[in-house]
């Protein structure tokens, strides 16, 4: 069994980009089952940042520094490019430590299956921040679903687009797929997590990908995935960051409805402008970005559901105390990978 945390979940976090400082240090910062103690980062610029923002913790320049700590702590958190994943997983899972580690999770599902055997054998607990299970137009479909508002569920389109010809300006440029790069190991593992959360197990898989960036060398910048599910449910997932016109997030047909959501959920964008998850008006979508529900000539708007990223943090400290499952299981998160595997093999 594993072993159960007590008090406050004493954490380190490793990284301070986009992952570390805009997602993860918020939703620490904010539960109060938690107490953020050590960031990594090697940045003066981040370094001065994390220190001005969480007072609280110390910052360290390297994972080895805040290992010289593992004593002083019950969790890590790793908010680093995936070719850090599973050294800096095992090291910590060696040490003791419950881990949680932002998707793509590890570059290969051989290397996730090693660090989950690891992680059950050393009786800590391992999972993947798998975030967008709880955006706002997930949730809703989600209830929608339930609900059986659309009838039988046929086809389900799922797109991440936005345009940017300049890239990210981080790792995720100029990394390879053996690196963990690409659009599909970085947005299709939410979207193809996803749907398989809606639909259940695939069992059949096609898939293109293209590299429209300025670094020939780096994985792609454009996919396409169609999943057919074992519930006969067909999925087509697009990714793309360089869409001069983007599509719909969402457009789903079912035999007596369809329901189509434009943009994007607003967490991301409210925690990087410095919105707490604490606050009352966070997550809230405004009306003019509901989806529509109906038929041709007679759809109605339906209220969304209230983002939820804070959710995730809190189902992991009741499952570290013993008390409930994972937010999202390791061997989830090796069903995702794999799917991305057999596209990366014919694309």
């Not at 103690?37 to 969480?54: F, L």
């Not at 708007?301 to 999202?328: C, D, I, N």
Request: negative net charge; charged residues 20%.
């Amino acid at each position: 069994m594993p072993k159960a945390a007590t008090g406050r979940i004493r954490t380190g976090l490793v990284g301070f980009g986009i992952s570390g400082s805009v997602f993860h240090a918020p939703l620490l910062a904010a539960d109060p089952d938690y107490s953020l103690d050590v960031i990594v980062t090697a940045d003066p610029r981040r370094a001065a940042e994390a220190a001005r923002r969480y007072p609280g913790a110390r910052v360290v320049p390297t994972p080895a520094a805040m290992f010289a700590l593992a004593g002083e702590l019950d969790l890590l958190v790793l908010g680093t490019p995936p070719l850090t994943h599973f050294d800096l997983a095992g090291t910590a899972i060696a040490r003791g430590l419950h881990v949680v580690v932002d998707k793509p999770f590890v570059t290969t599902s051989a290397q996730g299956e090693e660090l989950a055997g690891r992680a059950s054998d050393a009786g800590v607990q391992l999972t993947v921040f798998q975030n967008r299970r709880w955006d706002a137009d997930f949730l809703t479909l989600q209830r929608l679903i339930r609900e059986r508002a659309l009838g039988e569920i046929r086809t389900f389109e799922s797109r991440f687009e936005w345009w940017r010809p300049e890239g990210f300006g981080n790792w995720r440029d100029t990394a390879t797929l053996a690196e963990g790069g690409g659009i599909l190991h970085d947005l299709g593992a939410h979207l193809i997590d996803q749907a398989i959360r809606l639909f259940g197990t695939v069992e059949e898989i096609h898939g293109e990908t293209a590299n429209h960036g300025p670094y020939p060398d780096s994985a792609e910048t454009e996919a396409f995935v169609s999943l057919r599910h074992e519930s006969g449910v067909r999925s087509r997932l697009w990714m793309n960051g360089m869409a001069a016109r983007v599509g719909p997030r969402f457009h789903v047909l079912g035999s007596t409805a369809g329901y189509t959501k434009w943009g994007l959920d607003s967490q991301e964008p409210a925690l990087a402008a410095g919105m707490s998850p604490s606050d009352p008006a966070y997550g809230i979508e405004s009306q003019d970005s509901w989806g529509v529900l109906g038929i041709d000539g007679a759809t109605e708007p339906v209220p969304a559901e209230k983002g939820a990223y804070p959710s995730f943090y809190t189902q992991l400290a009741t499952a570290l105390r013993g008390e409930g499952p994972l937010p999202v299981s390791p061997a989830e998160s090796l069903e995702v990978l794999r799917v991305i595997e057999k596209i990366h093999a014919f694309a």
